[in-house]
């Protein structure tokens, strides 16, 4: 059986991302999945967090049958700043990193599935714990590449960012891109790097093709995923304002430092706050027109948005704006504003598409393939498990 220690920047509830997508899928393996650090600062900006300074210490969880997850202990602010700071909290994590791969019987032979770039840093440390050559532990880490990380706002020094990630790359056995900009970036730092972009559970999302809508007046917009800063939110006060018959309807979690105050005087723009992914097509099947909203950036023209995928999966009708850049990939069954007024009138388009339109047939089938069964087949594949 395969051993996988997930080093993973996502903690494993409650909402599921690629992270937990990719390795619930793995069900032959055998996965620790060890939840992201929060800073010994960070319950002085979030008292939510004051649980997880300690919540290392309690025992993991066993989320699947073949995945236990664990939290991490608390690391040392600034690591983003600072590499020297970013080696401490390495080394630290290591030791913790090291006690669960004895206790689940984890021998020399094990794959170290990394999504931060500083676990650049976290190679050496864990490989000496564990009383391994760190070339060894090299080979078997892969770096699964899903943002560009030095475009996050905060507390970041994005060449120092950069360079932890190069360094990651170089040295690891296999590098997963979401992106074309993220694979383009970092393939000239390893040559087996792979394009795979993020995917949908087909079989979850294509069930809204047999749900009948509840009855309502004037259009129906609806946006799923978390509310942050790289949203285009000109585009969607544009849909409020054109449409004030109508409704957008938003499931999510609004991320701190996210300012919808522009959003107070529409009555027909409503945040329903985040849902369990099960209850979601119950929720889109009242949708008419799905959207898909980034500013542009250098953050967001290389995002792989879930949303996206999983909107395709449903059938329905789809305007995105022109970032990010994957989804001019599905410009034949989609609609792409490159303005908020264009945008606007898209949705009208969209709004406008009659039920038999043959694009509607093209998004189940491209939702289909880029399903989650089929993305971690071809993660399989080049990984030979």
């Given at each position: 059986m395969k051993k996988i220690l997930c080093i993973s920047t996502a903690n494993y509830h409650p909402f599921p991302t690629r992270k937990q997508n990719v390795m619930n899928r793995l069900t032959d393996c055998h996965v620790v999945y060890v939840e992201p650090p929060v800073t010994y600062i960070a319950p002085f900006k979030d008292?939510?967090?004051?649980?997880?300074?300690?919540?290392?210490?309690?025992?993991?969880?066993?989320?699947q049958q073949h995945v236990w997850a664990y939290a991490s202990p608390a690391v040392l602010p600034f690591y983003n700043k600072k590499r020297f700071i970013n080696a401490v909290n390495q080394r630290r994590l290591a030791y913790f990193y090291a006690e669960l791969c004895r206790y689940h019987g984890f021998d020399d032979d094990f794959t170290l599935w990394c999504y931060s770039p500083s676990s650049a840093d976290i190679v050496a440390p864990l490989a000496k714990e564990l009383g391994i050559p760190a070339a060894k532990l090299w080979k078997q880490t892969v770096y699964d590449c899903v943002d560009r990380h030095s475009a996050y706002p905060g507390l970041i020094d994005p060449e120092l960012v950069d360079e932890m990630e190069e360094d990651l790359a170089r040295g690891c056995g296999c590098v997963f891109t979401t992106a074309q900009g993220l694979y383009d970036r970092l393939a000239p730092f390893n040559p087996n790097t792979h394009l795979i972009p993020n995917g949908a559970n087909y079989e979850l999302f294509a069930?809204?093709?047999?749900?009948?809508?509840?009855?309502?007046?004037?259009?129906?917009?609806g946006f799923v995923g978390n509310l942050q800063e790289?949203?285009?939110?000109?585009?969607?006060?544009?849909?409020?304002?054109?449409?004030?018959?109508?409704?957008?309807?938003?499931?999510?979690k609004t991320l701190p430092g996210v300012d919808l105050s522009r959003f107070d005087k529409y009555n027909n723009v409503k945040f329903n706050g985040l849902v369990r992914q099960e209850e979601l097509p119950e929720k889109i099947k009242d949708f008419d027109v799905c959207l898909n909203c980034f500013a542009d950036g250098d953050l967001s023209k290389d995002v792989s948005p879930l949303k996206f995928f999983?909107?395709?999966?449903?059938?329905?009708?789809?305007?995105?704006?022109?970032v990010p850049l994957q989804v001019r990939d599905y410009r034949d069954c989609i609609y792409i504003g490159?303005?908020?007024?264009?945008?606007?009138?898209?949705?009208?388009?969209?709004?406008?598409?009659?039920?038999?339109?043959?694009?509607?047939?093209?998004?189940?089938?491209?939702?289909?393939?880029?399903?989650?069964d089929e993305r971690v087949k071809e993660m399989r594949s080049i990984l030979g498990f």
């Open positions: 008292p939510a967090c004051r649980d997880r300074i300690s919540a290392y210490k309690k025992p993991g969880e066993q989320v069930r809204v093709q047999d749900l009948e809508p509840a009855p309502h007046e004037g259009p129906r917009f790289c949203i285009d939110y000109d585009a969607i006060e544009a849909v409020a304002k054109a449409f004030p018959q109508g409704r957008i309807d938003f499931y999510g999983e909107y395709l999966a449903t059938g329905k009708p789809v305007v995105s704006t022109a490159e303005s908020p007024e264009d945008f606007v009138e898209k949705c009208r388009e969209a709004l406008a598409e009659p039920a038999d339109d043959p694009r509607r047939a093209a998004r189940i089938e491209a939702g289909r393939s880029c399903s989650w």
